[in-house]
């Protein structure tokens, strides 16, 4: 699985605290913007989020670049509606060769392995031979497995993002889209830590409360976690 960050709105916490104090302020926008430069925007970010104001998160966007992730999780990452997608598409590019994901499960053990790597091969094979037998792509396709690799290019802003951390990064959700989760998590982070600072799961750092009730892990997540 590769993830990157392909681009986000400049200045993330500077943008969040103007929009943020725009709403208590009489202050002329102008002299709004100096006000942010000299007050403390983290402490500021973190009234907000507490108080349970979070529209001003809604005017910055992270861009992220994401590959080798399977059609699973990358069905899994779009029913997230507070967002935007382009994923390369199996009508228009055909597959020379076939990349896909084996979940690690499957693939600690010899023999599963190899009878899920001569399935995926089988699959190939079969969905070349339409091809060659001038079956278009996108009804070739129909015999490609769900761990069939895929490439998606995903836009959210900062309030649908810790929403999908919340819920994607918990030990519940399936490892590659909590895989995934933690990975964007991780980098978003490292770009606006005020915002992202207490993303991530309701136990975060053993918080006492689980969403799931009786179907709870039961294993606090950590942010060690974000690997
Ligand atoms: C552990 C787990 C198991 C799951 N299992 C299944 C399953 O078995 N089957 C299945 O179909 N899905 C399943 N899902 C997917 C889940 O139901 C959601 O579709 C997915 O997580 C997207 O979440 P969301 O709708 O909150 O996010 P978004 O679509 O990004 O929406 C964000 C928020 O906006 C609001 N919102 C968005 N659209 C509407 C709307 N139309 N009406 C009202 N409010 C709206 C809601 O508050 C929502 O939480 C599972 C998800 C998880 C995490």
């Known amino acids: 699985m590769y993830v990157e960050i392909l681009n986000f709105t400049p200045n993330p916490e500077k943008t969040v605290a103007m929009a943020g104090k725009l709403c208590y302020s009489p202050s002329r926008i102008k002299n ?8 403390k925007i983290k402490d500021f970010i973190h009234k907000l989020t507490s108080m349970g104001h979070f529209s ?6 992270f861009t992220f670049g994401i590959e080798g992730i399977s059609r699973v999780a990358s069905h899994q990452l779009v029913r997230h509606r507070i967002a935007s997608y382009s994923q390369q598409s199996q009508r228009y590019v055909e597959y020379e060769h076939l990349e896909y994901i084996i979940p690690p499960e499957i693939e600690r053990d010899e023999e599963l392995k190899s009878t899920f790597i001569s399935m ?10 339409f091809l060659e037998k001038n079956i278009e792509a996108e009804d070739a396709r129909y015999v490609l497995p769900n761990a069939t690799a895929t490439k998606i290019i995903v836009t959210m802003n900062a309030r649908s993002l810790l929403h999908f951390f919340e819920i994607r990064c918990c030990h519940r959700a399936q490892w590659e889209i ?22 991530g799961p309701k136990c975060l750092d053993g918080i006492e409360y ?6 709870s892990c039961g294993r606090p997540f950590s942010l060690k976690e974000l690997c």
């Open 32 to 39: 709004l913007k100096e006000r942010i430069e000299k007050e």
């Open 178 to 199: 909590q895989r995934l989760a933690c990975r964007m998590l991780k980098l978003a982070r490292e770009i606006a830590p005020s915002i992202f600072e207490k993303a």
């Open 120 to 129: 995926m091969e089988q699959a190939h094979k079969i969905y070349t031979y």
């Open 210 to 215: 689980c969403p799931e009730g009786k179907m």
């Open 56 to 61: 001003p998160l809604e005017h910055i966007t």
